[in-house]
């Protein structure tokens, strides 16, 4: 049997009277009860009153005033923390009857909304590259940051394009295809890359080339296979960690491959990503060991952070000379068949191929005979120039279509795209893109756009999930979602005073103590995390509830866990350590939701009202006393509960603060660097608590029990929103109501399963549907 929309289920009575009778019966006496006391009976706070209309007809044809409530009682703003609260029963009759009466929602067609043509964002136009051109292209350098809009940077309406970085993709078009097809790139030298964490020290096994620190005297080494005798080339690509300011710290660099040396260097203090060392070494054919030494030079001041070397790769390209040739990954992804034919004919024949193959994947579906030959007329062009070859002209068409609105813009082919009135289902490339730019963050590849030819994306949509999980470009899901939702992106630049907050007399030792790995170890346990639940169909609720984490040796003596030894992240029993598990208890949020040189219960509090419960707290006002000020009132050293109830004794911060600070104090045994303590300034920590809808807890773990038990409901619309955010490039309006309902029932008839959510946005209206815009 279907299951029958949830609001009309609460609310029978709205099947059979109509909205003024339901108004004068069920509707106002539940606003003279909770709202009156502020916007009504002659009060207007806020400038908004329920009760002055003459015409009771146009009062509910007025939907900007009824917006304005369903929004405010949907996200628990009104009424007011102070004030009487609506039941849950009451709450959801009143926001049914604005749903049916005023807005006149239809749950059995909800409305799909308009689209705005979205510009590829820089990590998509980053994917998309190495996707089409295997190319590795850092668009964090070529292009400015972009915008963002409801928390994600790929909002359609924040993804404008200005002269500017129009010229910029100019630039990066022909930067791409020079480096997808370098000059001679149909004959270039074989090449093999090594990854610098399978160089390791041979005396301890546990010392890689991940990290190696400058002030010890290190030797890592890997072995490598060799196919034929010669000379290489090989390059050492690495960079330098370890101090956000500079130092004196200095060590020597020394390579040497197959016995031979390669190459030194002077190592310092460098912001730069990559940094290369090059030379050319003889090889003998068989396994030859390459070796990277460090040698201390001097040492960092007093006071100064230490520095350390990551080795990010290491390439070797040869035989040099010509003796063994191969393609390049660019050149096997563009020139399908090998090297162009010599005869005309033929040769145009397999450039057609070649711009057809690669502009219906770049396009995102097929093109039409006359764009084709308009691309062909500049690759016969080049190839007739002095000096230019056929490969020149197939790089100068591939650089025009990276420069081409149908690449850089998602567009989407609708009749009648002005009439809002107009509701379509979008054809199969416009699904088929939709689907890998969501679970990909790029470009559809061949079985789509072939399923998508044969109209049969649909009928195997559920099959082509399932593959787009497993393939490893699903990763990308994860890193964009997350990293936005959860502000993980952002963990790796925060700011932090780890000198401070651990109580340490130097910068070094703090800097030994918290540095660099242990961020980029958080941000893979918060990833994991979701990855697992999401893959594995776990409940959705463990997110914040989970009994169980993913940690390496680092991270698991950092949060004083033991039991856990190497680099790699295994899954933790979490049932001796109540205090962790889920979200909330992971250094990722306990960093991003603290100041730098404490933790913050209002950003935490904030953090979950926003991204886990869907329930803002109101703008602060402007002149909010700052909380040293609360400090002082206090007199002493103050503990952070007692200065954020004396902070809420200004009437103006009560309200808001009895939403967020609950939450933030039930946080509290955490630092701002996510170790958990037990007391703050010599006392005892309290973490207790009651939220603003009633429930009682004593510490974290009953915080978490609550959040991801009674409060589920919450969490699921909350994540259901944000995700369908991500989704489809636009914010969650007030018309997507029936599609929140029908996503939070799928996830509540299904135990949480947070693959069944991701499947469900997939074959909801927003995503399968479009209208016209206004």
């Not at 630039?171 to 390791?200: I, N, W």
């Not at 369908?724 to 007030?734: D, S």
């Not at 939070?744 to 008839?749: S, T, Y």
Request: charged share 30%; proline share 7%; aromatic share 8%.
């Amino acid at each position: 049997m279907p299951r029958p929309l949830l609001l009309f289920l609460l609310t029978p009575s709205l099947l059979t009277a109509g909205p003024q009778e339901n108004y004068d019966k069920d509707i106002q006496p539940l606003l003279e009860t909770y709202c009156y006391d502020c916007h009504g009976d002659g009060t207007a706070k806020g400038k908004f009153s329920m009760d002055t209309f003459k015409d009771l007809p146009a009062h509910l044809h007025d939907q900007k005033h009824w917006l304005a409530i369903w929004r405010n009682v949907r996200s628990q703003i009104m009424p007011p923390s102070d004030k009487d609260q609506l039941a849950h029963n009451e709450k959801k009759q009143l926001l049914a009857w604005i749903q049916k009466e005023i807005f006149q929602l239809d749950p059995d067609n909800p409305d799909p909304g308009a689209v705005t043509i979205r510009r590829l964002n820089r990590t998509e136009y980053q994917n998309a590259v190495y996707d089409l051109l295997g190319v590795e292209f850092d668009t964090t350098e070529a292009f400015p940051p972009d915008d963002t809009g409801y928390g994600f940077d790929n909002i359609g309406e924040v993804l404008s394009l200005s002269p500017l970085l129009m010229e910029k993709y100019i630039a990066a078009a022909d930067e791409v295809v020079s480096l997808a097809l370098p000059k001679g790139a149909a004959a270039q030298v074989p090449r093999v890359d090594m990854e610098g964490k399978t160089f390791v020290d041979s005396g301890n096994p546990r010392l890689t080339g991940r990290w190696l620190p400058l002030k010890d005297k290190h030797t890592v080494q890997a072995e490598q296979e060799i196919k034929w005798a010669g000379d290489y080339q090989v390059t050492v690509e690495y960079a330098i960690r370890g101090a956000a300011e500079a130092t004196e710290h200095e060590a020597d660099l020394t390579v040497k491959c197959g016995g031979a040396p390669l190459g030194s260097e002077v190592l310092g203090w460098d912001q730069r990503k990559t940094i290369a060392l090059t030379g050319k070494v003889p090889l003998k054919k068989g396994s030859q060991r390459f070796e990277i030494s460090l040698s201390p030079r001097q040492a960092a001041a007093a006071g100064e952070e230490e520095l350390a070397l990551t080795i990010q790769r290491v390439i070797i390209q040869g035989p040099l000379g010509g003796k063994q040739k191969e393609y390049s990954k660019g050149y096997q992804m563009i020139f399908v068949d090998g090297p162009a034919p010599e005869d005309e004919k033929d040769k145009a024949n397999y450039a057609r191929k070649i711009m057809r193959s690669f502009v219906s994947r770049a396009f995102r579906r097929p093109i039409e005979s006359a764009t084709i030959e308009r691309l062909l007329d500049i690759v016969n062009s080049v190839d007739k120039r002095p000096g230019k070859t056929f490969e020149d002209g197939i790089k100068e068409a591939i650089a025009t279509c990276l420069c081409s609105p149908r690449f850089l813009y998602r567009v989407e082919i609708q009749p009648e795209p002005n009439n809002p009135d107009k509701i379509v289902r979008i054809d199969d490339y416009a699904l088929a893109a939709r689907l890998s730019f969501f679970l990909w963050g790029s470009v559809p590849d061949d079985e789509l756009l072939s399923l998508a030819f044969n109209k049969r994306l649909r009928p195997e949509l559920h099959a082509q999930i399932d593959r787009m999980l497993a393939d490893p470009r699903s990763n990308r899901l994860t890193e964009n979602f997350v990293g936005q939702w959860l502000q993980t992106r952002d963990l790796e630049s925060l700011p932090v005073q780890a000198q401070d907050i651990l109580g340490l007399p130097t910068k070094r030792e703090a800097s030994l103590a918290f540095d660099v790995r242990l961020r980029e170890d958080m941000k893979k346990e918060t990833n994991m995390l979701f990855d697992f639940i999401l893959r594995k169909g776990r409940p959705a609720e463990e997110l914040i509830s989970a009994r169980y984490t993913f940690l390496n040796e680092r991270l698991a003596k950092y949060y004083g866990i033991g039991g856990v030894a190497g680099e790699e992240f295994v899954p933790v029993d979490l049932t001796e350590h109540p205090e962790r598990g889920g979200i909330l208890t992971q250094g990722s949020y306990l960093i991003v939701s603290s100041n730098p040189p404490r933790p913050s219960p209002v950003k935490r509090g904030l953090f979950v009202l926003d991204n886990l419960l869907g329930s803002p707290a109101p703008p602060a006002p402007g002149d909010v006393p700052r909380l040293e000020e609360a400090a002082k009132a206090t007199g002493g050293t103050p503990t952070m509960r007692e200065m954020m109830v004396e902070h809420r004794k200004n009437p103006d911060c009560k309200a808001c603060h009895a939403r967020m600070d609950p939450i933030g104090l039930g946080l509290e045994n955490f630092n701002a660097l996510g170790q958990f303590r037990t007391r703050d300034q010599g006392k005892p920590i309290d973490a207790s608590g009651v939220l603003l809808t009633g429930e009682k807890f004593d510490n974290v773990a009953e915080l978490k029990e609550i959040l991801g038990g009674r409060r589920k409901e919450d969490f699921y619309r909350c994540l259901a929103e944000k995700m369908l955010t991500f989704a489809i490039g636009r914010g969650v309006e007030y018309y997507d109501a029936p599609t929140i309902d029908q996503l939070v029932a799928r996830l509540e008839d299904h135990d949480g399963n947070l693959k069944e959510l991701l499947l469900g946005i997939i074959e909801s209206a927003p995503f399968q549907k479009r209208r016209g815009s206004e």
